[in-house]
Structure formats: structure tokens, C-alpha cells
């Protein structure tokens, strides 16, 4: 049986080791392996039972293990996940059980879908992105690899979320509205229409504060 390995130990990764605890495939097809950290204060020890087994320099990947990556920044999650998979490392996806999915959802892999999200149909959803609880996405919406959407979010019909986009908590995302990549819309804030590349905004409705 493989040994799934989260990387991450701080505050979401511990969320995840519950997710992952409760998922149909717990038990069956992989167990938990333990944490990988940088935090090299924290190796060693256990959390919620299990180890912080290494930092991510120093694991060696053996090929009987499989990976999911607990960091919500998507430019660090997609630094991290890259020096994994040029090592030969293979993520998977977790999936709560109480994540309703509709017709034709397409996941990559890397994917976390949180407790009571809610992905309706027609909807692609690429490798490395984070939905978090509660949150809703509608109809033929495109969701870029390396996306994370923060809790409580509304994602409406049509809408491109592009890559490494970040939506803070209890976002809107209004009909055919777009995110651009690696742009951060703000905690409770309204998009109508564009957000542009590399920009934070934040507001309703969602206004420019400064480019990154």
C-alpha cells in the first residue's frame, strides 16, 4: 500500500490530514505516510498523530509513495511541487465526501476539493488547484492549474479563474467575469468583469490596489 506524504504541516495542513483521513481511499489504496516541512524545528514530531518525516531538500522519493501539496500561496505551491515531480513524485487527488459533483467535471491531479464544495457541470478544473469549504463553481467554468480558491467563494457560470489565480475568502465571481493569472482578488470582494494579470484587487465591486 502506498504512504501519501502531505507537504505542508502548518494550519491548512492539518485540515487536509482530517480530509484525507475521511476520504473513501483512506485505508484502501494509500495510508498517511506523514508531513514534509521546512520548518526543520518541526521534524520529528507528530501532529495529530503523525510525524513530520523531513523538509523537502533532504526526502528522498522512493517511488512507492504519493504526494499532496497543503500550501495555499500558488506560486510557492507550484515552486514546491516542481523540484517533487522533477524528482519522479506523483500527486493525487483528495476528494471529501461530501463534494457534489455534477456532469462532465473534469480534475486534473494535485487537486484538493474541501468538505461541501459544490462543482456543478461542464467545468474543468486543472492540475494543482485548492477549492476550499463551502465553496460553489457553476456551469462551464475553467479553474487553471495552480488556483486556489479560499472558503465560501461563489464562482458563477462561465468563468476563468487562470493560472495561479487566488480568491480570498467569500469572494464573487460574477457570470463570464475573469481572473487573471497569479492576480489576487481580496477577502469579500465582487468581480464583475477582468481582473488583469498580476494584479490585487479588492472591494465591490473589485478595484485595482497595485500590480504585482
Known sequence: MQ?????GAGGFGREVLGWARQCPLYGSEWIIGGFIDD??????????????????????????????????????????????LNKGGKFIN???????????????????????????????????????????IGHDSYIGSWV???????????????????LGSNVTILP?????????VGAGSTVLKKVADRTIVFGNPASEIMKR
Open 176 to 184: 463570464k467575469a475573469q481572473v487573471g493569472a497569479y492576480s489576487t
Open 148 to 166: 486556489t480558491i479560499s472558503p465560501g467563494c461563489n464562482v458563477s457560470g462561465g468563468v476563468v479563474l487562470k493560472e495561479g489565480s487566488f
Open 3 to 7: 504512504k501519501l506524504y502531505i507537504i
Open 94 to 136: 483528495i476528494i471529501h465526501p461530501s463534494v457534489v459533483l455534477g456532469h462532465n467535471v473534469q480534475i486534473g491531479s494535485g487537486v484538493i476539493l474541501c468538505p461541501n464544495v459544490v462543482i456543478t457541470c461542464d467545468i474543468t478544473i486543472s492540475n494543482f488547484v485548492t477549492i476550499n469549504i463551502g465553496t460553489t
Open 39 to 84: 520548518n526543520n524545528r518541526l521534524i520529528g514530531k507528530q501532529i495529530h498523530g503523525v510525524e513530520v518525516v523531513s523538509n523537502l531538500e533532504d526526502y528522498y522519493i522512493s517511488g512507492k509513495e504519493v504526494f499532496i501539496c497543503a500550501i495555499g500561496d500558488p506560486e510557492i505551491k507550484k515552486k514546491i511541487c516542481g523540484s517533487i
